[in-house]
Every structure is written in structure tokens, then in C-alpha cells.
């Protein structure tokens, strides 16, 4: 949530440099264009994962094809639906496996054995009274 809210205000910003009394006007844009973009993580924009299309903007308007996204069976549409979830989930495995590999380099894993000595730092604000 807080790289969506950063998303924003950066795309708001951009937007609405020289009037910033008027943001909320741009939102909807705003909103609308972070909606249409292909994301890293999920190599695909939020419109096409919830909807299995991409959203329709003027240009796409020009020449009006009917293809296989767009007019389908509910079994057909059920079918790329879930195929297309299941890119998404693989993707967000794959970035998953490498943010973790980032973050956990230079670490090393430490086990401890019963009867290991360790040392435990308890505040009081963690733990309740009783």
C-alpha cells in the first residue's frame, strides 16, 4: 500500500505542479493511468488482472476490434481468467525469490539447539503486566 500511495503522489505531483489546490480534481486520472500500467511485480496492469482486459482509452478507440479478450463464453473467459491469475501469482513468486535473496545476503543463519544459551531482551511494552 504505501508503494501505491507513493505511486500517486508522485503521478499527482507530475500532474498538477503549477495548481496544487486542484489535486483532487486530477485524481480520477490520475487513478485511472496507475490502474492502465503494467506493473514490475506482476508484469501485467490491475485493470487486466481484475478484469482480463486492458481498460479502453481514445486511441484503442480508432479501430474497434472484437477480439478473444473481449467477447468470449463464460467458460472460455473463466478459463483465461484463471491462466492469467496464474501468470500473475508466478510473478509475484519469481520478484518475491529475489527481493528475498537481496535482503537475506550477507546473513547467515544462526539454529540453536536445546539447552543454547541466549540472550532474550524483553520491554514492558511488548508484554502485558500479568
Not at 501505491?4 to 503522489?9: A, G, K, Q
Not at 505531483?13 to 493511468?33: E, G, Q
Not at 509475484?92 to 527481493?99: M, Q
Request: charged letters at 25%.
Amino acid at each position: 500500500m504505501e508503494v501505491v500511495n507513493r505511486t500517486l503522489s508522485s503521478l499527482l505531483r507530475a500532474i498538477i505542479s503549477k495548481n496544487l489546490k486542484s489535486w483532487d480534481t486530477c485524481l480520477p486520472i490520475v487513478l485511472f493511468a496507475y490502474n492502465r500500467s503494467m506493473h514490475g511485480a506482476i508484469k501485467f496492469s490491475p485493470f487486466e488482472v481484475m478484469y482480463g482486459f486492458n481498460s479502453c482509452v481514445p486511441i484503442d478507440l480508432v479501430s474497434i476490434l472484437i477480439n478473444e479478450r473481449t467477447s468470449m463464453d463464460g467458460v472460455k473467459k473463466e478459463e483465461m481468467m484463471k491462466k492469467l491469475h496464474e501468470q500473475v501469482r508466478s510473478h509475484i513468486e519469481e520478484k518475491t525469490t529475489k527481493y528475498t535473496k537481496h535482503a537475506n545476503k550477507g546473513r547467515k543463519m544462526v539454529r540453536f539447539e536445546p539447552r543454547d544459551l541466549v540472550w532474550i531482551h524483553l520491554s514492558q511494552g511488548r508484554f502485558p503486566s500479568k
